[in-house]
């Protein structure tokens, strides 16, 4: 079946401007969660949702990024008047619980000139 | 808060060799253990898994891993790598308090020469 999807696979943006990221999670999975990978940093938690309880956003690093999830499928990670320190690869994943294994999508690498 | 300790950033071996990385976490409890897996140009893939019981899991490719509760240890293993095995490897781990969070270690990157 499909897996999560991702989009855009690339983006590249001056600093300042607002960005979107968009996921697709794999259908039926009620969980879903976001990370980001950068150099030096390694694999990071960004904030993750589980049905219709409130997202644990304990990992956005600032009060520029947030995200948020329409009708329990589809994910939007905002990241507000981007940082150069934003470039990264912006990673989502989804479980069917949030107990289970989480499998990834391809990412968004993120690059903020 | 639960952190994971890779050893080894970078290993490079030759085909046929036996690999073996380390991991070890840092909070005890009821774990879940991963090891994903990066092929270069690729997004990451589950290797193998550790949720409970039989505590030598075995998982794609050949891989297997060992879950040593009194050393907080998760250690990947396979016997003979092949030159496509070259990849990052990730361990990561979420726990009771958190199952949402998978805390990743800082990955391994190996190189297998052939």
């Known amino acids: 079946g499909a897996g999560v999807s991702q989009s855009p696979s690339n983006k590249v943006t001056e600093k300042g401007k607002d960005v979107e990221l968009r996921c697709d999670p794999i259908s039926g999975h009620t969980a879903l969660y976001w990370y980001r990978q950068s150099l030096g940093q390694g694999l990071e938690f960004l904030i993750y949702?589980?049905?219709?309880?409130?997202?644990?956003k304990s990992g956005l690093p600032s009060d520029r990024f947030s995200a948020e999830r329409t009708g329990g499928s589809v994910s939007t990670l905002t990241i507000q008047r981007t940082q150069q320190e934003d470039s990264a690869v912006y990673l989502c994943?989804?479980?069917?619980?949030?107990?289970?294994?989480?499998?990834f999508g391809p990412g968004t690498r993120l690059t903020v000139l | 808060a639960q952190s994971v300790s890779q050893h080894n950033h970078h290993v490079i071996l030759s085909e046929a060799a036996s690999l073996e990385l380390g991991c070890n976490y840092s909070?005890?409890?009821?774990?879940?253990l991963f090891w994903y897996v990066q092929y270069p140009g690729q997004h990451l893939q589950l290797l193998l898994k550790y949720f409970s019981g039989d505590p030598l899991v075995k998982g794609i490719k050949g891989f297997e891993a060992e879950f040593i509760k009194s050393k907080f240890s998760f250690n990947l293993r396979k016997p003979s790598v092949q030159w496509s095995d070259t990849a990052e490897y990730f361990c990561?781990?979420?726990?009771?308090?958190?199952?949402?969070?998978?805390?990743f270690g800082a990955g391994t990157q190996v190189v297998v020469t052939p």
């Open positions: 994943a989804s479980t069917p619980t949030r107990t289970d294994t989480q499998y």
């Open positions: 909070c005890g409890g009821t774990v879940n």
């Open positions: 949702f589980q049905g219709n309880s409130a997202p644990d």
């Open positions: 990561a781990v979420n726990s009771a308090d958190s199952w949402g969070k998978l805390q």
